[in-house]
């Protein structure tokens, strides 16, 4: 069964240093996400990409954020001055959307810590 | 926007067990709801979900029913597994024909043995 992957699974940074996180969605899927969970938290939202472009994007997602899909296949999330406040879960998701809704399958995460 | 209220944990039950979860709902519309399930030390997985209401989803032995009169999605097992433990999360898109998803608070299931 097709699987979302992340790469890395633990990212070790510090303060101030640029992270680039990883993800390859479920091939034949249009729709791509970020969402972190600071531990003990909600998850929450942090991106929506659509046709190589932002759909949403929510407060979180400040100027010190971006995401790219630089080929056909890969989805990256940048964080290019890391805050202690970053360190978190981050997850990828994708979805197709068909006649019956959508449904975002998720990636395993990277846990991004940030000293 | 939408949200979602999960029952607070964490639970603790016996193996053979019965369980259930709560997630009741605010929404506008009837949006599809979903249960996702972190184990330990993975990512999300989508655990089962309805598209509309009345509809049951079921996956592995859980069960839960869209039911719009109480705005509820309940998580059902009948006879819950050690391999169980996981931490439970319900989720619904934001707004109506949104993209994003609105996750519970999650609710850490253990199961002893």
């Known amino acids: 069964e097709p699987e979302v992957t992340q790469t890395p699974s633990h990212q070790v940074t510090q303060m101030g240093q640029e992270v680039i996180l990883r993800c390859v969605p479920i091939?034949?899927?249009?729709?791509f996400y970020w969402y972190r969970q600071i531990l003990g938290q909600k998850v929450e939202f942090l991106v929506s990409?659509?046709?190589?472009?932002?759909?949403?994007k929510s407060e979180i997602f400040d100027d010190q954020f971006s995401v790219e899909r630089p080929d056909g296949s890969n989805f990256t999330l940048k964080i290019r001055s890391t805050k202690l406040e970053d360190s978190a879960m981050y997850f990828c998701?994708?979805?197709?959307?068909?006649?019956?809704?959508?449904?975002?399958?998720f990636g395993p995460g990277t846990r991004l810590l940030v000293l | 926007g939408n949200s979602v209220t999960q029952m607070e944990g964490p639970v603790t039950l016996s193996e053979e067990a019965f369980l259930t979860i709560n997630c009741t709902y605010t929404?506008?519309?009837?949006?599809?709801l979903f249960w996702y399930v972190q184990y330990p030390g993975e990512g999300l997985q989508l655990l089962l979900k309805?598209?509309?209401?009345?509809d049951k989803g079921s996956n592995k032995g859980f069960e839960a029913t869209y039911r719009k009169e109480t705005t509820s999605f309940h998580l059902e097992k009948g006879s819950v597994q050690v391999s169980d433990s996981a931490v439970y999360f319900c989720?619904?898109?934001?707004?109506?024909?949104?993209?994003?998803?609105?996750f519970g608070q999650g609710t850490r299931l253990t199961i002893n043995p």
């Open positions: 309805a598209t509309k209401a009345d």
């Open positions: 998701a994708s979805s197709v959307r068909t006649g019956s809704g959508e449904t975002q399958y």
């Open positions: 091939s034949n899927h249009l729709y």
């Open positions: 990409f659509y046709n190589n472009e932002i759909s949403e």
């Open positions: 929404a506008t519309g009837y949006p599809s």
């Open positions: 989720a619904l898109p934001d707004i109506q024909g949104a993209q994003k998803l609105v």
